[in-house]
T-cell receptor, first 114, second 114 residues
């Protein structure tokens, strides 16, 4: 158990819908990361937040947005869902935001878009 | 930009045999290197990391990896595998001194047979 929690574990929805994925980092960690794991794209970095501020952006679609709240939990919002958005979405956290900081991964949220 | 190539998508091996999972990276700047393991239906767990110093890095579960700057490689090895090592292994890189976004390889599926 990494100490990072993600809810829900599974999510099944229809195309065009909007969903919210939630992540609680390990106690004391200030940085949160979101990754997408899909069969065709592999594991891809989406976005990083550090202490409430966006720190780095990766291959995140405009239909996706994220935020980190004052209590440091984070939410990833996916809208206008398409079949290709079906994937495993991981949240990770680290103490600091720099590159030497180990990232601890949550168990993931499996999103299925029908 | 950085990229990671894992040369084998699948590696079958018998129990108690040695194994090597290959990873090559490409980067114009200094990098940090990581190996993660993903067991079925679980998140990613850090096996080991190279930040600086000794090029031979020892990790958890008896794994080790050697950083070779001239060959831009970071191969993962274990002298004797167990059935419980069956999992997906990911090599990842991040730019030292930059943002802490992990760039992952496509993964290598290690299948240990009795």
């Amino acid at each position: 158990d990494s100490g990072v929690t993600q809810t829900p574990k599974h999510l099944i929805t229809a195309t065009g819908q909007r969903v919210t994925l939630r992540c609680s980092p390990r106690s004391g960690d200030l940085s949160v990361y979101w990754y997408q794991q899909s069969l065709d794209q592999g594991l891809q970095f989406l976005i990083q937040y550090y202490n409430g501020e966006e720190r780095a952006k990766g291959n995140i679609l405009e239909r996706f947005s994220a935020q980190q709240f004052p209590d440091l939990h984070s939410e990833l919002n996916l809208s206008s869902l398409e079949l290709g958005d079906s994937a495993l979405y991981f949240c990770a956290s680290s103490v600091g935001g720099g590159t030497a900081n180990e990232q601890f991964f949550g168990p993931g949220t499996r999103l299925t878009v029908l | 930009a950085q990229s990671v190539t894992q040369l084998d998508s699948q590696v079958p091996v018998f129990e108690e045999a040695p194994v090597e999972l290959r990873c090559n990276y490409s980067s114009s700047v200094s990098v940090y290197l990581f190996w993660y393991v993903q067991y079925p239906n679980q998140g990613l767990q850090l096996l080991l990391k190279y930040l600086s110093g000794s090029t031979l890095v020892k990790g958890i579960n008896g794994f080790e990896a050697e950083f070779n700057k001239s060959q831009t490689s970071f191969h993962l090895r274990k002298p004797s595998v167990h059935i419980s090592d069956t999992a997906e292994y990911f090599c990842a890189v991040t730019m030292s001194g930059g943002y802490n976004k992990l760039i992952f390889g496509a993964g290598t599926r290690l299948a240990v047979h009795p």
